[in-house]
């Protein structure tokens, strides 16, 4: 059983946090990290629940608000910081940053740039997965507004007609930048979408990763023993604005609505359960805090210190085949 | 008319606001327009005006068709050029052809706006300057303000243009302060700009590389090097002859263009050249031009990659010979 | 009240049926008719039922099965029949062809050869009768295989939050040239769909005029009185192959299907109808008959004596711009 | 490797039919091939090879993607060029992107083959070149097989290759017939053919427009002009040296290309050759294009805009001043 535990789930929520919010510090100071961060902070039990449930040879592809995603399914840590600093150590050798951040040793297909691109992607790996005779499974992170973008129904219907091993997990904030669900979206809950596709919908409290957890399992488990795809649906918030260093406004969201989801932040619901089921208690919570800590800052010690690609780099072919294999 | 200094961005937005407050024809759909359509200048225009989209631009885009096919004039702002893709079909299929198509019955007057966001450190999928691409497309009309004035102007006729009109804007120059007319300051389509008189060589430029090419030619001039600077303003159409009459002139051309190299508009321009005014030509042609490349994240490597004044400056010295 | 009774009904019904067949025989005969037809015949029912429904000024977007639109919508036959023929007097004066037939003298904005693409067309022009005041509808016709687009599900979430008044109906044939619909398609019934966008979706059995028009009627009417877009399914088949001229095989229906489709011709069940109530009586139909029978002629006779637009015209401006208005 | 006629399109299922067998890793994703996949050859490939997909091309153009990333070597059979706009993203951003913006991880062995339905009575949604728009993306391979040897051995080494090719398919040849050798007969990508040798002037061909070349040769012969024609079978990457060595011979260039004129890869050529060959040229370069009009149906109008021998021909007569 790859299934990772409640400590561990705690664990990459956690890293997810810290490396979101050290990197919007090292943002702040300015300088090193070049262009927009899109924070999961907020979206973590989401974000760990779907990937606990996956094995590490499973894939995902993910979005713009791409560093969740990684970490969550396994990635070191270190190479991503470099990344969004440019670094040749970094995951991509500095030319992805971070929305584009990959790693496919742990399966993570690729965070996108453009709304709604990664989903395609995963039903393209599951295909594969049929193809090859393995049993991998997909799982395509996206977003409520990714919901309205055709390749969402493409996806969605190719996955269903071919019972492929895909599970559509959608982290619904409520928010495309500032443009709230209701304005954009014809229906409340983006699962009920599932019905035009003949797949099951679940929803999901996407700051209970243990519920997250058991739904994206079930959905894991249908698609590799053959019960073709599903699409879940993750009720979450973002506590930070769209996109850090853009200048996007901030006034769109209520006080009270923001409050109201802070008081459910996912850290701390995952803090107290560990405490309240005895699975850790806080003095081992806090070495695990602790923990995180140094691969922090281990990480961005290693990110500062990686240099930056040779010039020469920059114009390198853009043919794979031009390389040496 | 008299000119304050505006940023190309702000140019962009009083085009757009003068016209949709002329002609209630004109309405605008872009993602995200929410709170800008809520308060300020266009919450003043009344309802229905502004349309916040969802993430849906093969819907939208294909919306202003039938919206122009049936008496409006809408304006699509994609915000970023490279998700002209997305809604690639609705763009080329159905924007470009509908009228030609259907026998002239109806026109679409239709303005799809989109910023080029290359050299801002979004990497690959963010940084496309896909405008050669549009040029190949019969029916569309593709624009590359280059200053305020600019901005301004050819939005303006851009939206009073009976045909779909595509204008990549230059991301880098929305900061740009310039001096700027008030009022109807309409910039006809198809009319380049001289942007410097010179003697020697002629170095048309594009978008952002207008100002390289300026700041080329400061430096040439410090050599003796007298160098004409054209500012085409819109590919399609294209001012060929303005080019034509600086090169028989200058017998010399050099070419700055931001896009990627293969099948830029560079190459379009350097083979009108070749073709029709190769007697004045007295030189090989250089193009200025981004590698054909994935654009890198890497700020150590992107900000490698564009033309800069530098190479203008170098291109030009070895098209007459000189070092 | 600008519903059509049940004999202009017929009356239309008959004219697609003769148009389509007729110019199958032009077609056959060798030269005069360039490029692929896709007949409408067997959808006959399905789409004047649904033309009936909506007033001239009314709006409609087709798709590359072409012919039956715009004739349902009430345009003149002969610069229709020009057109297959490249004629200077088609109703695009020979640029278009059967592909792309278009009569904006009666709200018909074009046929598209682009599968989808009409779809976010009609949405535009619904959003223009709500800029400019009109009560004007929209309706697009596409096929069950259109509704796997992505442009589908982007048209009905855009009508969707915005209310506007479009009946997106779909001519369900069951197959997309040589593919059924449970091949490409994970719904049973295209109308399900409806829900992933709050809006209704209704079935009809697509061979009966009467009922498309009832249907039809009823989304229209909610689309006028600002109750929002509607989806209708109309069960139909084509009587034809997909194209004719373009060499698709044709033996993936089964015997028995095309047999049990064909007894429910929608021309015949309509002038059974006729008959039952008294609407029309033999000899009335009859010279119905006739009289179709010689708009037929006549607007053959007037394509084949129509000239072929100057070979100057190849060379004209692509902008409208450059024309004289 | 003894060599049978063939058409053009059995030459591309015999180089598809052949690379599937020999690789499992090989699928096919197209509309509408549920048939096809049920009998004759290609259902001797045994289960999960070919995948009949519904018509959602950015869905399955991204499938491919996916599949490409984790192991597989599809092919995407668009059928119809002008359906490339649908799945532009997917072609654009993601196929030609993924490789190089994840820092060469994995590779994308992708081929999408599409042919182009031009001069076949289509009208203007089905009649599209749109091949030139795709040299201008870095990351994209793009073929256009004149001849069905070529047809064969293009998509061989398209299938084998490991970055994302683009095939673009002439409808028109489809019933050509000629020599295609049997078995492995690849031709590499990035080679062009002399379809014939000569002195007085060089023709670059594309497409269907060698065959017309090679009859504009022979008309150009009867004259005693002795032209050259080459075929660059593909566009990216492109064999300049064998054009420049031709230019070196004739010092006279004409491209002909069934793209529309402006920016197409005729364009490219005119300004590869204006830079970097300008010493060989003795004349004015001359574009044999499609005009940039959008494709009218009429065939009384469609058929006089293509290129065609006596344009080439004339074209050839233009740049050795004579008549
Ligand atoms: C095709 C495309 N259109 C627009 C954008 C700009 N954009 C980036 S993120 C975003 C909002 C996405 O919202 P959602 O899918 O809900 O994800 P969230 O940011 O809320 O996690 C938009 C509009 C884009 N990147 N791609
Ligand atoms: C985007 C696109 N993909 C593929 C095609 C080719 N094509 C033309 S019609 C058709 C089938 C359409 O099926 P459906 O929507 O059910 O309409 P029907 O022909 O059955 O009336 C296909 C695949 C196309 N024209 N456009
Ligand atoms: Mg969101
Ligand atoms: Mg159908």
């Given at each position: 059983m790859s299934d990772l535990d409640l400590r561990e789930m705690y664990r990459r929520m956690l890293r997810i946090r810290r490396f979101d919010e050290r990197s919007l510090e090292v943002q702040r100071e300015g300088g090193a990290i070049p262009g927009p961060l899109h924070p999961s902070t907020g979206h973590e039990a989401a974000v760990v629940g779907a990937c606990a449930a996956l094995r590490r040879d499973d894939w995902m592809t993910g979005n713009h608000r791409s560093h969740g995603h990684p970490i969550a399914k396994g990635a070191a840590l270190a190479p991503l910081f470099a990344e969004l600093l440019g670094k040749r150590g970094g995951v991509c050798g500095g030319r992805g940053g971070s929305m584009h951040l990959a790693d496919f040793s742990v399966g993570s297909l690729g965070e996108s740039g453009i709304v709604g691109a990664g989903l395609p992607i995963a039903v393209g790996a599951a295909l594969s997965s049929r193809v090859r005779g393995t049993d991998q499974v997909a799982l395509a992170f996206f977003g409520d507004g990714a919901s309205n973008a055709g390749t969402f129904h493409e996806s969605l219907n190719l996955a269903a007609i071919w019972k492929l091993p895909v599970v559509f997990f959608c982290e619904n904030n409520g928010y495309a930048v500032t443009t709230s669900q209701a304005a954009a979206?014809?229906?409340?809950?983006?699962?009920?979408?599932?019905?035009?596709?003949?797949?099951?919908?679940?929803?999901?409290?996407?700051?209970?990763?243990?519920?997250?957890?058991?739904?994206?399992?079930?959905?894991?488990?249908?698609?590799?023993?053959?019960?073709?795809?599903?699409?879940?649906?993750?009720?979450?918030?973002?506590?930070?604005?769209?996109?850090?260093?853009?200048?996007?406004?901030?006034?769109?969201?209520?006080?009270?609505?923001?409050?109201?989801?802070?008081?459910?932040?996912?850290?701390?619901?995952?803090?107290?359960?560990?405490?309240?089921?005895?699975?850790?208690?806080?003095?081992?919570?806090?070495?695990?805090?602790?923990?995180?800590?140094?691969?922090?800052?281990?990480?961005?010690?290693?990110?500062?210190?990686?240099?930056?690609?040779?010039?020469?780099?920059?114009?390198?072919?853009?043919?794979?085949?031009?390389?040496?294999? | 008319?008299?000119?304050?200094?505006?940023?190309?961005?702000?140019?962009?937005?009083?085009?757009?606001?003068?016209?949709?407050?002329?002609?209630?024809?004109?309405?605008?759909?872009?993602?995200?327009?929410?709170?800008?359509?809520?308060?300020?200048?266009?919450?003043?225009?009344?309802?229905?005006?502004?349309?916040?989209?969802?993430?849906?631009?093969?819907?939208?885009?294909?919306?202003?068709?039938?919206?122009?096919?049936?008496?409006?004039?809408?304006?699509?702002?994609?915000?970023?050029?490279?998700?002209?893709?997305?809604?690639?079909?609705?763009?080329?299929?159905?924007?470009?052809?509908?009228?030609?198509?259907?026998?002239?019955?109806?026109?679409?007057?239709?303005?799809?706006?989109?910023?080029?966001?290359?050299?801002?450190?979004?990497?690959?999928?963010?940084?496309?300057?896909?405008?050669?691409?549009?040029?190949?497309v019969p029916g569309l009309k593709v624009a590359l303000p280059a200053t305020p004035a600019d901005a301004k102007g050819l939005l303006l006729s851009a939206i009073r243009d009976d045909d779909p009109v595509l204008i990549f804007e230059d991301r880098n120059l929305f900061a740009m302060r310039g001096p700027v007319p008030e009022g109807d300051a309409a910039i006809p389509l198809g009319r380049a700009a001289i942007r410097r008189d010179g003697r020697d060589v002629t170095i048309v430029a594009l978008a952002a590389c207008v100002g390289h090419a300026l700041r080329a030619a400061e430096a040439l001039a410090r050599d003796g090097i007298d160098a004409e600077v054209i500012d085409p303003r819109t590919l399609v159409p294209f001012d060929r002859e303005a080019v034509f009459r600086s090169i028989a002139k200058t017998g010399r051309l050099v070419i700055a263009d931001p896009a990627h190299k293969t099948t830029s508009f560079a190459a379009e321009i350097a083979a009108l050249v070749a073709e029709e005014c190769w007697d004045a030509l007295r030189a090989p042609i250089r193009r200025v031009c981004t590698p054909d490349v994935q654009i890198p994240f890497s700020p150590a490597l992107e900000h490698t990659l564009y033309p800069d004044a530098d190479k203008i400056a170098a291109a030009a010295r070895s098209v007459l010979g000189v070092r």
């Open positions: 979206t014809s229906v409340t809950d983006i699962a009920a979408r599932a019905a035009g596709y003949s797949m099951p919908g679940v929803m999901v409290d996407g700051q209970d990763v243990v519920a997250v957890y058991e739904v994206a399992r079930e959905a894991v488990e249908r698609a590799r023993s053959g019960g073709g795809p599903s699409l879940v649906e993750a009720k979450t918030y973002r506590f930070c604005e769209h996109a850090e260093g853009q200048g996007i406004p901030s006034h769109y969201r209520s006080a009270e609505e923001i409050e109201h989801w802070r008081a459910r932040d996912p850290l701390t619901l995952a803090r107290a359960l560990l405490l309240r089921t005895g699975i850790a208690g806080g003095p081992e919570i806090a070495a695990l805090d602790a923990e995180v800590e140094r691969e922090i800052e281990d990480a961005l010690r290693f990110a500062r210190a990686s240099e930056f690609p040779d010039v020469s780099e920059a114009l390198r072919s853009p043919f794979a085949s031009d390389a040496p294999r | 008319m008299s000119a304050r200094e505006l940023s190309y961005l702000e140019a962009i937005h009083e085009a757009q606001l003068l016209e949709m407050t002329r002609d209630p024809r004109v309405i605008l759909l872009a993602e995200d327009i929410g709170l800008m359509a809520a308060a300020g200048p266009y919450a003043a225009l009344g309802k229905n005006r502004l349309w916040s989209t969802p993430i849906s631009e093969s819907g939208f885009v294909g919306m202003a068709v039938g919206a122009a096919l049936t008496g409006l004039r809408p304006i699509v702002d994609l915000v970023i050029s490279s998700f002209a893709y997305v809604a690639m079909d609705q763009i080329v299929n159905q924007s470009a052809k509908a009228a030609g198509m259907f026998g002239w019955q109806r026109r679409v007057p239709f303005v799809l706006r989109a910023a080029m966001w290359y050299g801002q450190n979004m990497a690959a999928h963010h940084s496309d300057r896909p405008y050669p691409m549009f040029t190949n």
